[in-house]
């Protein structure tokens, strides 16, 4: 099983960045792919980036040219760099990797004033 803990949310006025953080503790070294999902309340998560073992990634056409995903394999933490971030980017924030479906994180919120 893994854990997984989100930081690095807050509140940011339109335009700006914020960078979150996966930290993924327990079995680290079978996790090779990982997802970073958006909840906004009244609708359902959404994924909103993806990176596989390959180091592909790919975007939700909502968030892409404007949110990267990455890794460090060292720290076993994953990352989601946003940039020009938009009022409709609210929302709580959650990695989750598909060999570990059913394991999220507290996810964290992030808050975009327009």
């Known amino acids: 099983q893994v854990q997984l803990v989100e930081s690095g949310g807050g509140l940011v006025q339109a335009g700006g960045s914020l960078s979150l953080s996966c930290a993924v503790s327990?079995?680290?070294?079978?996790?090779?792919?990982m997802g970073w999902y958006r909840q906004i309340p009244g609708k359902q998560r959404e994924r909103v980036a993806r990176i596989v073992a390959s180091g592909a990634t790919n975007y939700a056409d909502s968030v892409k040219g404007r949110f990267t995903i990455s890794r460090d394999n060292a720290k076993n933490t994953w990352y989601l760099q946003m940039t020009s971030l938009k009022h409709e980017d609210t929302g709580v924030y959650y990695c989750?990797?598909?060999?570990?479906?059913?394991?999220w994180g507290q996810g964290t919120q992030v808050t975009v004033s327009s």
């Open positions: 989750n990797t598909p060999l570990y479906p059913t394991a």
């Open positions: 327990g079995s680290v070294f079978a996790v090779k792919a």
